[in-house]
């Protein structure tokens, strides 16, 4: 009996390896929520839900005993263990009052980098699963009142795309984006190729002190799927240089350079194509829908990740990017 016992515990308590779980999420009068927010606790690893309610989410390296987290605007947080997880979720509607936005424009300060225009950018390069682009915001610790946020992007295949916005805390240990400041969800649906898009709230955001502001391109079902078809159809140098480096960012620069990184975000690597991986990588890129977020040197901090992977990585430039803020 003993050994059956300590058989079950240590299955419990075992990693779920290369494993994926595909779900819906629904209001409690069954219509589907897209972009909930899905992740498993402390651990950065997740993705959200599309039009449709639909989602899937890796669980690979993830204990059983593990919470898989799902929050959205308006609606209460639910969250389930790793192994009593519903195929179906139904989020309960959450009613509250929002205090009105009330912001002098003569006395509002941005914080960030303001440029018009960049010849640099950063790729979104797995959205399907959920990506996210963050920069670190210098703001004062006296209490202030957000009532903008701009972004910098490059488009190019697509004819309108919906971006997410979140701020997190700076964690105290490494300096990364830490706690998320769960009421904060904004979206804008743009159609601006290339240029500053801003997000405006709909409710008063106080904050002080440092804080990150990221960006989430969320793509649709048949964006994602085009996006997923280009990417499970690697260049051969591709292919092999995730075996051999399987825990560190690569990065493909300009269809003409490779470049591999440490968890700090420095260059350990730099590999150039040849020219039959860049007329590959040039008739990829001819159907494939992209969006860039414009970049510039700066030693304001930038962090990058993908949900599937979920480590925040050190990019080697900074977001074209800030927040317009108030003391009213």
Not at 256 to 279: F, P, V, W
Not at 292 to 310: E, V, W
């Amino acid at each position: 009996m003993r050994i059956i016992l300590l058989i079950a515990f240590l299955w419990n308590v075992t990693s779920v390896k290369s494993q994926t779980f595909s779900g819906r999420v629904f209001t409690e009068k069954g219509e589907p929520i897209p972009f909930v927010s899905i992740g498993v606790k402390e651990k950065d690893v997740g993705t959200y839900s599309f039009l449709d309610g639909s989602y899937t989410v890796n669980l690979r390296g993830v204990s059983s005993e593990d919470t898989l987290i799902f929050s959205t605007i308006g609606y209460q947080k639910a969250s389930f263990r790793i192994d009593e997880i519903p195929e179906l979720v139904n989020l309960r509607e959450d009613i509250r009052e929002l205090d009105e936005v009330t912001i002098n424009p003569s006395q509002t300060q941005f914080f960030g980098i303001q440029k018009k225009k960049s010849s640099s950018d950063i790729s979104i390069s797995r959205p399907y699963n959920g990506a996210e682009v963050a920069l670190l915001v210098e703001l004062p610790h006296d209490s202030l009142w957000i009532g903008g946020i701009s972004l910098n992007v490059r488009t190019s295949n697509i004819d309108a795309y919906k971006i997410r916005v979140k701020l997190y805390r700076v964690h105290s240990a490494t300096e990364k984006p830490g706690e998320l400041i769960e009421s904060i969800s904004l979206f804008s649906q743009d159609s601006i190729a290339e240029g500053t898009i801003h997000f405006v709230p709909t409710s008063s955001i106080p904050i002080a002190g440092p804080i990150f502001i990221s960006f989430e391109w969320l793509v649709t079902k048949s964006e994602a799927g085009l996006i997923k078809k280009f990417r499970d159809q690697p260049l051969p140098i591709m292919s092999k240089l995730r075996k051999e480096f399987p825990e560190n960012p690569i990065t493909i620069y300009n269809q003409s350079r490779i470049e591999i990184e440490n968890q700090q975000g420095k260059m350990i690597k730099r590999i150039r194509l040849d020219k039959a991986s860049k007329k590959a990588l040039a008739t990829r890129a001819e159907e494939l829908p992209v969006l860039k977020f414009q970049t510039t040197k700066s030693n304001l901090a930038t962090y990058y990740r993908t949900h599937s992977h979920g480590r925040w990585s050190r990019y080697h430039q900074s977001l074209v990017a800030g927040v317009h803020c108030s003391r009213n």
